[in-house]
């Protein structure tokens, strides 16, 4: 599976941007789905996850009430769109697959298996 994200850039504090993170194959519908972020000289952590059938849903408590994670498994897209963004959430977003689906839906680096190439997400204050 290649996952390749979009829609980051530079945005002010209390704006929204929309990720994108589109994958190859025809198994996309198989994979749990997850968003992790990385700010410079920290370690990539959980953003938000989804289920395969995207009916179980998980947030890291920092973004909860402010991001929202989807899929379409028909366009084999995840979605992360973020409102009332901090200069906090400023890191490298990466979109990553995890071939096993639990629920709830796993939370660790280490637990998924495909990782895309990251896109920059810029909240200036």
């Known amino acids: 599976v290649q996952l390749v994200e979009s829609g980051g850039g530079l945005v002010q504090a209390g704006g929204s941007l929309r990720l994108s993170c589109v994958a190859s194959?025809?198994?996309?519908?198989?994979?749990?789905m997850g968003w992790f972020r990385q700010a410079p000289g920290k370690e990539r952590e959980f953003v938000a996850c989804?289920?395969?059938?995207?009916?179980?849903?998980s947030y890291a408590d920092s973004v909860k009430g402010r991001f929202t994670i989807s899929r379409d498994n028909a366009k084999n897209t995840v979605y992360l769109q973020m409102n009332s963004l901090k200069p906090e959430d400023t890191a490298v977003y990466y979109c990553?697959?995890?071939?096993?689906?639990?629920?709830?839906?796993?939370?660790?680096?280490?637990?998924?298996?495909?990782w895309g190439q990251g896109t920059q997400v810029t909240v200036s204050s």
């Open positions: 989804i289920t395969r059938s995207g009916g179980v849903l």
């Open positions: 990553a697959a995890d071939w096993t689906d639990v629920v709830p839906p796993r939370m660790k680096v280490k637990d998924y298996d495909y």
């Open positions: 194959g025809r198994t996309f519908s198989s994979y749990a």
